[in-house]
C-alpha cells in the first residue's frame, strides 16, 4: 500500500520517477546535490520501483534516527510513551513520506547532536554540511554552535 497525500509535489515526483534535471525547479541543484544523486543511484539501481525504494529506505532511515534519539535522550519511564506518540499521530508519518529531503537533513542533524554536546564542534559542521545536500535549510543548525557557546 502506498501512502497519497494531498500536496502540490508533482514536480518531485517527476523528478524522483524520470530523474529528470530539468524538471528539477523545485529542487536547488547547487546545494541538494546528494539528494539528486540518490535519486539517479536508486533509479539506475531498481528501474521503475527506485522511488518507491528510495522512499522505503528514506522512512526507515528516519523512523531508526527517531528511535535512537528517543532511547539515548529520553528517560526510560517514558519510552513507551514517545514511541507511542511518534506512531500514533498520523502527521508524523505523512511527514515521514512527504518530507523526505528534510526528514533526512534532520535525521543527520539528530545523529550529530553528540558531537554538538561534546563540543566536536568540525565533526558536528561536517555533518551539517553533509546535511544540507540533501535540503539547504540544514545549515541553520550551525547557528546551534553559537548557542552552545554562550
Known sequence: ???ESDTDSDSDVALL?????DT????????DRLWLFLNYL?????GDL???TMLTGMAAFTCFVL???????????????????L???PNNILVISSAMRQSIAVGIFLLNID????????????GILLASLFHSSALFFLVLILVELS
Open 1 to 3: 500500500m502506498l501512502v
Open 17 to 21: 520517477t524520470d530523474c529528470d534535471i
Open 24 to 31: 528539477a525547479s523545485d529542487f536547488d541543484t547547487d546545494t
Open 42 to 46: 536508486y533509479k539506475s539501481i531498481f
Open 50 to 52: 527506485g522511488f518507491h
Open 67 to 85: 528511535y535512537r534519539f528517543t532511547i539515548k535522550y529520553i528517560s526510560p519511564e517514558y519510552y513507551a510513551l514517545s514511541i507511542a506518540l
Open 87 to 89: 506512531l500514533l499521530e
Open 115 to 126: 558531537s554538538l554536546i561534546e563540543k566536536r564542534y568540525v565533526q558536528y559542521t561536517a
